[in-house]
């Protein structure tokens, strides 16, 4: 009934924290967004948004902007801001409104918190591990993070450009974390010689796995080889890591996802060598302390038609999509790399091939290529984004740990459970390259599940639902909400993207309470009491949206419910005449309360509702 929460892989209640913005109570908002959500001031920049894919506003005109609207709270009292009491109510019972599942704060710790301290290994201090490190020390447990390299965040850090997420935050959010009692151990990867067994044997009881993809995919064609064919992973680790990567004056980026988008934009910013010109202006490169200028011949290059391409499927990417072209950006589509051409072991061209399609009949990613179409196009450098893989060779057979063909952890989906006992996987690991949030959420079951391992117990939760009538004089909606348009986030100038620059700022708050108050409110429901109605039709006649209809029971279709049943079970009325039905199409409703205001009987009203999981725990047989 809430569509935007139903789709966010944490269940934050947007929704809720979106009405909470409109109505200038933005500390509770913050509290809401951040209850299920340890990245929460990340998300509000970078995360992909299901929700707002599911938004039933988008049905209508536009989805509300819900991710932008997190960071205008975030910047308010999250990690980045100056609030630090804030930061923590979070831990107060009750503390955020709105509809809460188990592993929202503060139900988690209310429900969760034990005194045994169980040594719990985390592999990899990305998004996963890290919200699974978070949720397993509120609870109790003593949680080391092992991390490969020398920096935690995973392919937060490592992956996604400075210009969308800046390293001071992504620092403030993992000290945050670190703070509620997990150990971060940086330089120490899992290896053949250093691996499951050795953790078990330093009392570990149980493991989450949750290494991201380090590897980029390579193009087995002709030319793979040659000097100027660079992973998209691999370029952006290194310039995320401030190593300059010489790219020449023209750059091919192969591929149409996210990290496509992130390796042409990143690509649009970096330095060319001597004697190519641009027509961006310079910026401080923080990695090098130099004035650069940007590559100014960027194409992207895609199996897919446009309407095809990944990131055209999200909200988040068509806005995505518009910056990239706003920066000069080409797209060539429809078309595949057929060969590599170089000279002395250098890139120079790409010969390429027509797509007829790229997906069959039936849905499935199967190109038909074109032979009649063949072109070359001059190249410096090509970046290759076709998919990462992740390095799981410090698995040994003697671990138990099963793999899938794909050569990502097999995994109970529902629990995370891996082949091995007190193993568990989320993440790319188990999954391959996925959204950010998504990955939080992987570690926030993870830690669910572990913990009923190691107590050898299962959680049951239990729903409490509070519904309540709004008078309906006293139900108001916010002047033409049905008719503001959704505007995207403020961005800096594009004479100013260069570097590291970061493109997108926050709503003002004016900005912020005009896009919350296109919320449809889904928490509130049009109620039809049927014994109140005088068939009168006036609801149906006021609707804007024309989403309420009387009809005859004769022609309503009730999932195999025949008319005479119906009949039989409320009765003909007292002069014999016909039963009638109400129906709404509650996609389109706009919660405009008209239809209430409207009803002489008080047969439709207005009503609000919430829900909370609470928990007990109950005792698994054949606990360990």
């Known amino acids: 009934m809430v569509p935007c929460q139903a789709a966010c892989p944490v269940r934050t209640d947007a929704g ?15 509290l809401t967004a951040r209850s299920p959500n340890p990245f ?31 960071r205008f709270v975030t910047e308010k009292y999250g990690v980045e801001s100056l609030a630090p009491e804030t930061q923590q109510q979070l831990f107060q019972i009750h503390s955020d409104p709105g509809n809460k599942t188990v592993w929202h704060l503060p139900l988690l710790r209310e429900s969760r918190r034990q005194q045994t301290r169980e040594k719990v290994a985390v592999i990899g201090a ?37 210009f969308r997420l800046t390293r001071s935050l992504i620092h403030k959010e993992i000290d945050r974390i670190l703070e509620m009692g997990a150990e971060l151990r940086l330089n120490a990867p899992l290896t053949p010689e250093f691996g499951l067994k050795e953790l078990r044997e330093q009392g570990y009881e149980a493991v989450f796995l949750s290494v991201g993809t380090q590897r980029g995919r390579d193009l087995g064609i002709e030319g793979a080889e040659l000097d100027g064919v660079i992973r998209a992973i691999d370029y952006l680790l290194n310039v995320n890591n401030g190593y300059r990567v010489d790219l020449g004056g023209k ?41 650069r200028a940007g590559i100014s011949d960027v194409t992207m290059m895609s199996l897919e038609s446009l309407d095809e391409l990944p990131v055209m499927r999200t909200a988040q990417g068509k806005e995505e999509f518009e910056e990239a072209q706003r920066e000069g950006i080409r797209f060539l589509t429809q078309r595949s790399a057929r060969r590599f051409i170089g000279a002395n072991g250098r890139l120079k061209q790409i010969e390429l091939t027509g797509v007829r399609r790229t997906y069959d009949d039936s849905g499935r990613f199967n190109p038909e290529f074109d032979d009649s179409v063949r072109e070359v196009v001059e190249a410096d450098t090509v970046i290759l984004a076709i998919g990462q893989q992740t390095d799981l060779s410090f698995l040994k057979p003697e671990d138990g740990v099963e793999l899938t063909p794909q050569r990502t952890v097999k ?20 999954f391959g390259p996925r959204n950010l949030i998504e990955a939080v959420a992987n570690g926030k079951q993870a830690a669910l599940s572990i913990d009923n391992y190691l107590r050898g117990v299962s959680g049951m939760p239990e729903v409490r639902l509070r519904i309540s009538k709004i008078r309906t004089r006293e139900y108001t909606t916010s002047p033409d909400y049905d008719r ?24 003002s708050e004016e900005e912020a309470r005009r896009q919350a108050e296109r919320c449809l409110m889904c928490h509130i429901q049009t109620i039809y009491d049927a014994d109140k109605c005088v068939l009168c039709n006036r609801c149906v006649d006021v609707c804007p949206e024309y989403c309420l209809k009387l009809i005859p029971v004769e022609e309503a279709a ?8 119906i009949r039989r079970s409320y009765g003909d009325s007292a002069d014999g005449g016909p039963l009638s039905v109400m129906i709404k199409d509650d996609d389109k409703c706009i919660r405009c309360g008209l239809c209430a205001l409207r009803c002489p009987t008080d047969a439709m009203t207005m009503e609000v509702f919430f829900y909370e999981e609470s928990e007990t725990m109950a005792r698994q047989g054949g606990a360990r």
Request: contains cysteine; negative net charge; charged residues 25%.
């Open 484 to 507: 503001l348009e959704r505007e995207a986030p403020p961005s800096i100038d594009l004479k100013r993207r260069t570097g590291i620059s970061e493109v997108e700022t926050a709503y």
């Open 411 to 430: 995994v109970d989906r529902q629990t995370l459970a891996t082949s091995a006992a007190g193993i568990y996987a989320g993440g790319d690991a188990a």
């Open 40 to 70: 929460a001031s990340v998300c509000g920049r970078v995360c992909a948004a299901p929700c707002e894919d599911r938004c039933r506003r988008g049905k209508i005109d536009a989805p509300v902007s819900i991710r932008a609207l997190k």
């Open 126 to 162: 990305g998004p996963a591990g890290l919200s699974c490190a978070h949720d397993l020390a509120l609870m109790g447990y003593a949680v080391t993070v092992f991390e490969g390299s020398d920096t935690p965040g995973g392919m937060m850090y490592h992956g996604i450009p400075e």
């Open 16 to 30: 809720r924290y979106v009405q909470l913005i409109a109505a200038g109570d933005y500390e509770q908002a913050y």
């Open 558 to 565: 009730l999932d195999g419910i025949t008319a005479e049943e």
């Open 251 to 291: 750059v091919v980026v192969i591929g149409g996802g996210f990290v496509a988008f992130d390796a042409a934009r990143m690509a649009r910013r970096s330095a060319p060598e001597e004697g190519h010109s641009s027509d961006l202006a310079p910026a401080l490169d923080a990695a090098r302390s130099a004035l």
